[in-house]
């Protein structure tokens, strides 16, 4: 009887033990959710992807300011505008001027390769040099295929110029425009008693002719100025 006891014990005890065994789970069973799957195995370090770190917002390039200095198209050619005078200067008859460029270079009146040169010296509120205007472009249109250059030098000051260039631009102004505020490098060169002045050069920067005052179409002044211009054509 007691043995019958016995594994009645021990079978009850073994049942249990297996009961208790099928009870636990496998930790590295994947497990269902209602949205996506989910592992609950633990993640491999090889298969984890790089973070990618965000560039830094590049901040957009500043827009340049218009320069004063700026270069014209006239007749297919890249003309100066209001490019700012160097250095004028006049020895003895022979006389010469420079400007730098809107690239910075520095350029000189024979550079032009003229064979006359007309320089005008001119200022926005002188009524006489913007009376001047229509001769200029006149003798512009006649000879400037033929070897004439025109050049004006406005010295209007920082405060004016911008109403001296949309005086040029409105009459068509194609000749080239210098600007040398309040006259500070052509002073005693290209005017001398007041302006508009007018120098009339050779080739060579040799001077032909200087008048000082307004010029207007068919005057006897513009005339003489025509007929010098001629003979150096």
């Known amino acids: 009887m007691k043995r019958i006891l016995t594994l009645a014990l021990l079978l009850t005890l073994f049942v249990g033990f297996v009961a208790a065994c099928g009870e636990k789970q496998s930790p590295n069973v994947d497990v269902q959710s209602d949205d996506q799957w989910v ?6 370090p090889e298969l984890e992807q790089p973070v990618i770190e965000p560039e830094p917002a590049q901040e957009p390039e500043p827009t340049p300011s218009p320069e004063l200095n700026t270069s014209k198209a006239v007749d297919g050619i890249l003309a100066p505008w209001f490019d700012i005078v160097t250095n004028s200067n006049m020895n003895g008859k022979m006389a010469s001027l420079s400007w730098r460029d809107s690239s910075g270079i520095e350029r000189k ?9 007309l320089i005008d010296v ?6 006489p040099c913007k009376m ?4 200029l472009l006149s ?3 006649k000879y400037s295929g033929q070897g004439l250059v ?10 004016n110029v911008s109403n001296a260039r949309d005086f040029a631009q409105s009459e068509g102004v194609k000749y080239p425009i210098l600007h040398d505020p309040q006259g500070a490098n052509v002073s005693g060169v290209f005017v001398d008693q007041g302006i508009p002045n007018f120098t009339l050069l050779d080739r060579n920067g040799n001077t032909l002719k200087i008048h000082t005052g307004a010029i207007l179409e068919d005057s006897a002044d513009t005339t003489e100025l025509e007929e010098i211009i001629n ?3």
């Open 132 to 135: 001047s205007t229509p001769a």
């Open 139 to 141: 003798l512009y249109n």
């Open 39 to 44: 592992s609950m195995q633990e993640p491999d």
């Open 150 to 159: 025109i050049i004006g030098i406005n010295i209007d000051d920082n405060t």
């Open 231 to 233: 003979s150096q054509l």
């Open 109 to 117: 009146l024979t550079d032009l390769g003229g064979k006359v040169y």
């Open 122 to 127: 001119w200022a926005e509120w002188c009524g």
